[in-house]
């Protein structure tokens, strides 16, 4: 996404008069958006058993403001209306909500599906069963290393067999094509053919996404995100394997190199996908949860609807974009100018270069930025405090404390009954 975004005047979300692709292609149209989202990020929870040191959303403690069981219902009543496909839903770990799987039902019941991701603690042999008897749900379970040592230095000690175990118990109960998702990171870029392994060895699929500097990840994305060399064995790799891997629009600056991936090369922001978090506020960019790309809330009047067809933001980024000084690029009609999250969390400007440009022109941007350069953070951080903060760390599950919950509870299910 190269947009930048000053102070703007309200417009309407779509253009009265788009310019018509010459190709007809698709991913023309998804520049201008769509009357509904293709995918929408639903971040349940901040509540996570786990710390792992790349979380996005810095979750770790539950918001006690989070939209309530009749909250969510009504959410999902208007993706039925606006006849959205799916719904992606995470966390946090959304599967630690005592109504996960009654929201689970619910929505697929209004004709909604449910991808959700999950570091597989509530997936035990009878759960894994109930999933492979239900339609119109795909599970992906979170990895970032093929092996525990790799895995586990990221996302905490023990969490390598606890997801290993819910791909076991989800094969065991018949469960074919579910996913197994993996953040390409320095560490694990070379054992891609050992995660298609372990995938194919569950009947599993394989899907990868970028790691972002947002959330937790700003802390560790200079030390964790792929070399260039890296990125030039993924690109390669992607060629020869990306017709049987997922990526979403993860990986489109790597088009750059030349020929095109598979996937949408596109930033879809407030375009085709967005982010409603726990509390009900919704984002451009499930990367990017920042009050610059804050849209709106679906507990104002006219709900999500409301927002994503009338936010002044989002109508912003559905308007023709610039480009910047990547538009003088050769390769600019490839990757777009690459990610809007990227950019904006590593202090670029948003019309500048994606800060892991293949052709370079993202390292010569970062080294050019001013000393007194500070990279913006979200205001929102969830995180477990004392000496699991930025520690990969797997957490017991605590006691539900019965006194009323307030905002700096340790435990990530502060407030919830679970009788």
Known sequence: M???????????AVPAARPTSPTGRLIDQFEYGLDAPICLTWELTYACNLACV???????????????????????DELQRMQVFYVNVGGGEPTVRPDFWHLLDYAIGHDVGVKFSTNGVKLDRARA???????????????DGATAEVNDR??????FATAVRALENLAEA??????VSVVVTRENAGQLDEFRALTDRYGAQLRITRLRPSGRGADVWDSLHPTQDQQRELYSWLLAHGDRVLTGDSFFHLSAYGQALPGLNLCGAGRVVCLIDPVGDVYACPFAIHEQFLAGNVRSPGGFQRV???????????SPQTGGACTRCAHFDACRGGCMAAKFFTGLPLDGP????????????LAARAASTVPPRSSLDHSHTGPVRGQPTLLGMPSIPKAPAKTCDESPLAGLDLR
Do not use: N
């Not at 994503?308 to 559905?318: P, Q």
């Open 308 to 318: 994503w067809r009338s936010s002044e933001l989002f109508a912003e980024l559905r």
């Open 2 to 12: 190269t947009a930048v975004l000053p102070a703007r005047p309200l417009r309407p």
């Open 354 to 365: 994606d800060p892991e440009c293949v052709q370079g022109y993202g390292e010569a941007a």
């Open 154 to 159: 990221v996302r905490g000690a023990g969490s």
């Open 174 to 179: 018949g469960m074919r094509d579910f996913k």
């Open 129 to 143: 069963e109930q999933l492979a008897a239900t339609d119109y749900v795909d599970v992906q379970i979170s990895l």
């Open 54 to 76: 790349h979380c996005l959303s810095s979750s770790g403690r539950r918001d006690p403001r989070e939209l309530s069981t009749a909250e969510a219902e009504r959410v999902l």
